[in-house]
């Protein structure tokens, strides 16, 4: 099983990034993908999820801000951010789960004031 994440870098602040993250290995329609964070010296948080019918849930301090999406054939999905701030600086990490949990290896997102 392998979750591929890419799409990080630097940034300055208002400006956009867009990640993703390729799956191989899983049967990418059953499960739920998501996108989370860590930042500098705190724990991982949850960023936004969408679950295999669609649905997308996302915490409150990126609505309105990030979209997560997924290409079934692609076994990708995404995280569009935009409007961002430096309290977005994080490695951003995709996961996948399905009675279990998979994790990519994480993508560094850097934004700038």
């Known amino acids: 099983v392998q979750l591929q994440a890419c799409g990080g870098g630097l940034v300055q602040a208002g400006g956009s990034l867009r990640l993703s993250c390729v799956t191989s290995?899983?049967?990418?329609?059953?499960?739920?993908m998501g996108w989370y964070r860590q930042p500098p010296g705190k724990q991982r948080e949850l960023v936004a999820t969408i679950t295999t019918g669609g649905t997308t849930n996302y915490a409150d301090s990126v609505k309105g801000r990030f979209t997560i999406s997924r290409d079934t054939a692609k076994n990708t999905v995404y995280l569009q951010m935009n409007s961002l701030k430096p309290d977005d600086t994080a490695v951003y990490y995709c996961?996948?789960?399905?009675?279990?949990?998979?994790w990519g290896q994480g993508t560094q997102v850097t934004v700038s004031s």
């Open positions: 290995g899983i049967i990418f329609t059953r499960y739920t």
């Open positions: 996961n996948g789960h399905f009675f279990v949990d998979y």
